[in-house]
């Protein structure tokens, strides 16, 4: 069953990556809305599209860059959803239970919100991979000099663990604390 679920992914993703759309429900909004592998909303009893706008948050928070969202209603209540949030609840069986895996776009360009471009991810993985000028293959792993440097982040708090001679000692390190998290 999860080889032909994916399967179905890479169909959705290739469609979308040809320009053709395909629609599926919300998950919460079933018989309301629907959303798009292109990254189009719209109200199915109105049969209109809905406004996709921009949202920017503050600079100071994560330094996060402009999203597209749009606001759902059901029975009176609106909330607020980033595209990629509903393309990723409808077409990739996103569940943000626990709060570990995040949405990523592969391009990191967070307006491109089509399919092909969407991936879920572990937010430790999210991170390093979007590092900029990284020095090292590893996670948790930055070279300052001639010396490797180990931290590790938990909880929004940078914990510093260690200098290494080697990049291979540092990574080490840096999985030996990652087991004790």
């Not at 948050?57 to 029975?75: E, F, I």
């Not at 009176?76 to 569940?95: D, E, P, R, S, V």
């Not at 080490?172 to 990652?178: C, S, T």
Request: aromatic share 10%; glycine share 4%; with cysteine.
């Amino acid at each position: 069953m999860e080889c032909k679920r994916k399967k179905t992914i890479m169909i959705y993703k290739l469609l979308s990556r040809l320009g053709i759309e395909v629609w599926k429900d919300v998950p919460e909004y079933k018989g309301h809305y629907q959303v798009s592998n292109l990254g189009n909303v719209k109200n199915i009893k109105k049969n209109k599209f809905k406004y996709v706008g921009f949202i920017n948050y503050a600079k100071n928070v994560l330094r996060q860059k402009p999203r597209k969202y749009v606001t759902l209603s059901k029975y009176g209540k609106q909330k607020n959803y980033t595209i990629a949030i509903l393309m990723a609840k409808a077409f990739l069986n996103y569940k943000n239970n626990d709060k570990k895996l995040v949405i990523d776009h592969i391009d990191n360009k967070p307006l491109n919100d089509k399919l092909y471009n969407l991936q879920i991810l572990s937010h430790r993985i999210n991170v390093a991979k979007d590092k900029k000028n990284k020095t090292s293959k590893f996670i948790g792993v930055n070279k300052k000099g001639n010396r490797w440097i180990a931290a590790i982040s938990n909880n929004n708090k940078l914990k510093y663990i260690g200098c290494y001679k080697t990049e291979i000692e540092a990574a080490e390190a840096y999985q030996k604390e990652l087991q004790k998290l």
